[in-house]
């Protein structure tokens, strides 16, 4: 029997199956791990098999993950954790502040979204809770990532603004919704079908943060087709998979210069005739971009170390 895990507890997977109804399963043994340092064998979204042994559901395979996102583990900081695999596209949730979102957190994530070619939507939520400060900035970042190519939309769940327009957008598909703690991604899961009544909570008022109310992935299907993943927050996105001549390709906007590099394997670090270098210089590539690209950079060398 075939079926697709929609929640994983560690022990337990929540698990539909073809004829629709919704079981309760473990694992069959050990299952051949990925190749990457993962801690979870079976993720959110994977297709699995399943064979019943008395009365329990054993998961015995794993069918190829079309894609995967997977994140630093928050307890082992050299090790991954796949957060959710054979997503449509991915939707990131963002608030400028209670919690602020950085743009280095932003192009992480659009980074590794790109390095599976799965497409993000950038969704601004908590409009309703907006500082003149803050509205300025949103509209600087808006205009960033809208002129790159991606898409955009303001939302606010509380208020259900900007909710019909996601609601289109994640029809059919399977969407994974994405960002720190506390942005208000299950508020906009509960906007989006108000059969859910998911958790929320509210952000700490000495921090600003999130306080992690979500504490595992689950997808649920969406009354007019499709279905959706709400996510724990995430603090900070894993890239061990990627070699750092790559990462300049899944930054979209670098790509048109980077091919007139005097050199093929330029890193666009400090080579002479880096046409990306020149871009920023001009203008043409924004300057956040670039450091956030330089910083992953960094990282990936720092990950090598261990
Ligand atoms: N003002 C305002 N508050 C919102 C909005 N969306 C969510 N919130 C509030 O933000 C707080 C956090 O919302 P959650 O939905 O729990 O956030 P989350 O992203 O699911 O957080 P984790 O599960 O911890 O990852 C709650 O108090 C929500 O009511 C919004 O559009 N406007
Ligand atoms: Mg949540
Ligand atoms: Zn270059």
Known sequence: MKGIVLKSTGKFYKVKLENK???EAQLKGKIRLLDLDVTNPVAVGDVVLLEKSDKTWMISKI????NYIIRISPKKKFLNQIIASNIDQAVLVVTLSKPRTSTGFIDRFLLTAESYHINTIIVFNKQDDLSNKDQTKQNELADLYQGIGYEVLFTSAIKKQGVEELKQKMKEKTTLLSGHSGVGKS?????????LNLKTKEVSKKFSKGVHTTTHAEMFSLPFGGNVIDVPGIKEFGI??????EVADYFIE???KAANC?????????EPKCKVKEAVDEGEI???RYLNYLNILDSLEEQKEY
């Open 254 to 256: 670098f790509q048109a």
């Open 21 to 23: 109804s919704v079981i």
């Open 240 to 245: 061990a998979h990627l070699d750092k001549y």
């Open 187 to 195: 508020t906009l899961t509960n906007a989006v079908d108000s059969t």
């Open 262 to 270: 005097k050199f093929s394997d330029c890193l666009h670090i400090n």
């Open 63 to 66: 069918e190829d993950r079309k």
């Open 286 to 288: 924004h300057v956040e």
